[in-house]
């Protein structure tokens, strides 16, 4: 018996940066063009779960070497060149179609294979018949147990290796088409043309884009067939980054609409220029009344304090229809959605399921879900809102949503249970069988839940070479938090001064300079974590600049002087505005003043120290040789701002602890002060 998770209601605005995984259209095709590459390919960013193991595991059946660390999500493929190991094997795609359709033209490959396929009971109901003609008509045979011509799971295919010029149906899946253009050019003078259309091309156009990335551009001709001008293997990638998963990120846009207008949400890796074409969907949001900021690869969910009706085809990214969907009974008006016939044959029949399921709770939907079960040519669903609607159909408690095993119903409805009906918090929607997410997204609800937080402010105070760096820069990566190194800002403002003739020793010249500069901040990417940089007339300096002997030399007495540190005061603390408006959960600051003098509220205040033998080891390990001890006194016993131990710190000594030790027990601390009051 299916598990149900019963939905609690956001109460508070969501908040944080939402834990996306990585693509698995973008896994899945690297994988097998890694494995027709000549050579070791890393990827990095990959996406563990129920899709992308069945094809792992099916490549180490061929024979091909497969290592995986879920825990890094890295995968190292060897790639033979197109040569498959085994030409004998029995595989089990389950219902994950990349894997299904990619396999059985990568298996064609094989001069003289032989290979048992079958799949779960809804991979056999979903479209296989055009590419199993395709190759069949260039010499492979596809055949039931009987012996007879196969149409779809369970088969055997009989292999001989060669592709030539080939001709697919791809109408009801571009799947069955991309699969054929990843071993194109692997056959010399082989082409692919189609009958017809395909649906969603953006993810042909994904794939025609990472089959040049690995080395084999391919060619669309005048008449819309496709060859590869130079055949041969695939070039193996050292590192090759998997883009997070942008149909899941459409989740998390949404969010907002559902929990809050003070809503915002941070999605790392969403950009237009990427490979996938569900970036698409940020313009529906912003079309419905979303208020979205996208910058250098990111993009902020600032608000979506209402949902505005209207017409839209979502042909091209139709995975994502099913976001809208959902909210859509929230809206304003009806909602219309067309382009998603192909939709009826995927997972489950996504339309009738979406039908059903609405209906379920109270909304009027055209076609209904009668019609929709009589009749195999509707195409759209119009959604007619009501929040009373809703309200009647839980006023008993929380209405079961069927999911029908499909992944992306069960995450849709998770959104949509995140609205507060009934406005007290009262749970009003179930979902029947949650592990079904495993497909894509396997810890979708603990990412959901992950958002349910309050805005954190965590202060790192301590002693050079203490570990306060290494420390806030993990705890920024793991609790989605904004890094912000307040040490930096007295290096970039010592080296300005430095440039403008300022002198320690002479605190007039350094006030007078202090009011010729123009500072600002820059969001970059530092070891893994977002962090805050201070930048001079909009300009970032070089990290090596910052270190040179000149500043090493000058930045602690000029950090002591009052005028600096005044100066920087409210500029650091304008940092949790900073964090607050691009969506961050919190801000974490180190420095050696934070917890008593920049942030003294904050709801977390850490103070690291570490004996002075282990500090100067620290120190040198790192190239630096200056005297901890001696920095230690001066910090201390400076008159303006001196390092103390803040007032309720949590003082840690990480002298005999691991950096993981250290980070995971402020982790907790932050998961206290970040629950909703």
Not at 203 to 215: I, N, S, W
Not at 258 to 279: C, F, K, M, N, P
Not at 343 to 363: H, N, S
Request: aromatic share 6%; with cysteine.
């Amino acid at each position: 018996m299916s598990q149900t998770l019963v939905i609690r209601p956001f109460q508070t605005p969501a908040r944080g940066v939402a834990q996306v995984p990585g693509s698995k259209s973008i896994t899945n095709r690297a994988l097998i063009l890694a494995a027709l590459a000549d050579g070791s390919t890393l990827f990095t960013g990959a996406l563990f779960s129920r899709d992308t193991r069945i094809l792992i595991a099916a490549l180490q059946s061929l024979g091909f070497e497969v290592t995986a660390d879920e825990a890094s999500c890295t995968i190292r493929i060897a790639g033979l060149g197109g040569r498959i190991p085994n030409d004998r094997a029995k595989i089990h795609v389950g219902n994950a179609g990349t894997a299904a359709r990619f396999l059985t033209a990568f298996l064609a490959l094989a001069p003289n294979g032989c290979y048992e396929l079958d799949g779960d009971e809804a991979m056999r109901a979903r479209p296989m018949r055009g590419l199993l003609d395709a190759l069949t008509a260039a010499g492979c045979r596809a055949l039931q147990a009987d012996g007879t011509p196969a149409t779809g799971f369970p088969f055997s295919l009989h292999t001989t290796g060669k592709l030539g010029r080939l001709e697919v149906d791809a109408s009801a899946s571009s799947q069955l088409l991309s699969a054929l253009l990843m071993v194109l050019p692997l056959s010399a003078g082989a082409s692919v043309s189609m009958k017809g259309s395909t649906v969603s091309e953006p993810f042909v156009e994904m794939t025609a884009r990472m089959c040049g990335q690995f080395g084999r551009p391919l060619e669309r001709l005048a008449d819309g067939s496709w060859t590869c001008p130079i055949s041969g293997a695939y070039a193996a990638q050292p590192t090759y980054a998997i883009e997070p998963d942008a149909t899941a990120a459409s989740y998390f846009i949404a969010l907002p609409a559902v929990t809050g207008h003070r809503a915002s949400v941070r999605i790392e890796g969403y950009a237009d220029g990427g490979l996938q074409g569900d970036t698409a969907f940020a313009k529906v949001a912003t079309a419905c009344g979303a208020t979205l900021k996208p910058a250098n690869g990111t993009l902020i969910t600032e608000s979506w304090s209402a949902i505005r009706g209207g017409d839209f085809d979502f042909n091209a990214f139709s995975d994502t229809f099913l976001t809208l969907a959902t909210i859509a009974t929230l809206a304003d008006g009806p909602v219309k959605i067309r382009g998603i016939a192909h939709t009826r044959k995927q997972e489950t029949d996504r339309v009738l399921a979406m039908a059903t399921e609405l209906e379920r709770l109270g909304i009027k939907i055209t076609p209904t879900a009668a019609e929709l079960r009589t009749d195999e040519t509707l195409s759209s669903l119009t959604i007619f809102p009501s929040k009373a609607a809703l309200r009647r159909a839980a006023s008993d408690g929380p209405v079961k949503i069927h999911t029908y095993e499909d992944h992306r119903m069960a995450m849709s409805f998770g959104i949509l249970g995140s609205f507060d009906l009934f406005g007290d918090g009262r749970p009003w929607i179930a979902i029947e069988d949650p592990a079904c997410t495993g497909k894509t997204f396997p810890h979708f609800f603990k990412a959901l839940e992950a958002l349910r937080t309050n805005f954190v402010r965590v202060s790192v105070d301590g002693g050079a070479a203490s570990g306060k760096s290494s420390t806030s820069r993990r705890l920024a990566l793991l609790h989605g938090l904004l890094h912000v190194d307040t040490g930096a800002h007295y290096r970039s403002l010592t080296r300005a001064l430095l440039l403008a003739g300022a002198s320690a020793d002479d605190p007039a010249s350094v006030k007078a300079a202090l009011g010729k500069l123009r500072i600002g901040s820059r969001i970059i990417v530092r070891q893994g974590a977002r962090s805050s940089a201070l930048t001079l007339g909009g300009e970032l300096p070089d990290d090596a600049d910052l270190r040179t002997p000149e500043v090493n030399a000058a930045v602690s007495k000029i950090a002591a002087l009052p005028s600096v540190r005044t100066f920087l005061l409210e500029y650091q603390r304008s940092q949790v505005k900073l964090a607050s408006d691009q969506g961050f959960a919190g801000v974490v600051m180190e420095g050696r003043d934070i917890g008593s003098v920049v942030l003294p509220d904050a709801e977390v205040r850490i103070f690291l120290e570490a004996d002075a033998d282990a500090r100067a080891q620290r120190r040198a390990a790192e190239g630096q040789f200056d005297q901890v001890s001696q920095r230690d006194h001066l910090d201390a016993t400076r008159k303006t701002a001196p390092m103390i131990c803040p007032a309720g710190a949590h003082r840690l000594d990480n002298t005999h602890k691991s950096l993981q030790e250290v980070v995971a027990e402020i982790g907790e601390y932050i998961k206290v002060a970040a629950l909703p009051r």
